[in-house]
């Protein structure tokens, strides 16, 4: 692995990379930093994989992380340096030649010689990426500070539409079906451009250092990443975080409700058991316990502003289906629409989240959020849902567009629930503002900030 082979260099850049994980939301501890040290110390340096596995292994607690941990360690010990060098204050091991044609030829088939090959090395990929941004992908033009590599310029120049025409030919020649050729040679082809972007972006981490390219990069980890800034590609693990947090839930009622013993003493039994020891009562005997119920009634804003935070709720919602045998969940702008009907027990996780979203559609069109008339329209039409044995839940933001509040029905729920819980995804120092009614509410119902996993998961652990 290129880095610098003096020891306290090496140490230093440890320490960097350790505090950018803290940065990022991974929980390093001091001996957990010592671990990594002491195995380190047993794995060769030059074993670039086994330095990150063994980074990974005493670093890394949730499979969640490893992404934002990958993104880090590529940034502290890249795969290469410079040009591809030793050291990144080497001179450059090729200097730029623009469209000198005789060196542009030559490397024309060196990639396309590279992409043909059937095995695709990933090292050679990377070496002649390198070398094709350093000699053909400097863009002059660039001022201001700004990157001198351009992905456009090297592609540009190398003519790499060309290449795959001429490796498909080629393949084609060889006997290969023009579709399969065609997939092969885009196959390769994209490879070989997102080595290009990934040697670029590599030398702007040089040129900027790891700290700046680690804030403007790195994104915090699933469980710190706020809901409304989470993008498609991170749905899939935080509904797998949510499922993890519904089935520890439903462990720790489990255990509860295990731990409290039987039920009522059965006084026929016990005396009849007694007979055997004297008429002394040295085994009880209890009635089967009455089976539990707990039921959670969900009121759920879903209005443009928080329509992230109302997505990933319901599917928490909906994985708690099996922890709560009463329950019943509502969404609205300003009107209330019940949505219970789509947690059905026998249908798919992804059929009753799409329905769930079609709902939520649906509901977010009649404008713009009506607190007051939605906690009237609740307690008239639904308020039978709300009793003694309910956990009302209510998720939204609490800014009531400086309408009326109907701060008098939701006492009224509260006052008829068990317990009445409202989880807010604005941060808590934004509470109160403008047209936040944040602050009322949370003098009539507990008020938890929820903008994120963590955050959710410590609701979830109050809650058991």
Known sequence: MSGSADGSGLLE??????????????SVSLSEDLDSVTALARVPWSNRAM?????????????????????????????????????????????PVGDNLDVLDTMRRRVRRALRESDLDDQLLRQLAAESVGRFGTDAGRTNGASPWSAYETLQRLDVQHLVNQLVEGLMRDGVEREQADKFAQRRLTAFISAVHADIERRAAERKGPDRRTAEQVRPTIDKLAFSEARHADLAAMRREVYQLARRLATRLAKERRSRGGGPVDFRRTIRASMATGGVPLTTHHRPKRPHRTDLVVLCDVSGSVAHFAHFTLMFVYALREAFQGMRAFTFVDDVHEVTDELRP???????????????????????????RVFERFAAEHGEAVGPRTTLLILGDARANYASLGDGPLRELAAAAKRTIWLNPEPERNWGSGDSAAMVYGDIVEMAECRNLQQLAGFVYDLA
């Open 13 to 26: 850049r440890h320490l960097e990379f350790v505090r950018a994980l803290r940065t990022a939301g991974l």
């Open 51 to 95: 330095v990150r596995d063994t980074y990974a292994a005493t670093l890394v607690k949730k499979h969640s992380q490893r992404s934002t941990f990958d993104a880090l360690f590529d940034l502290y010990f890249p795969a290469m340096v410079g040009d591809g060098g030793g050291r990144a204050s080497d001179p450059p091991a090729h200097e």
């Open 346 to 372: 026998d249908a798919g996780p992804e059929e009753v989240i799409a329905g769930l979203a079609g709902s939520t559609r649906e509901a977010a069109l009649a404008g713009r959020t009506h607190y007051g």
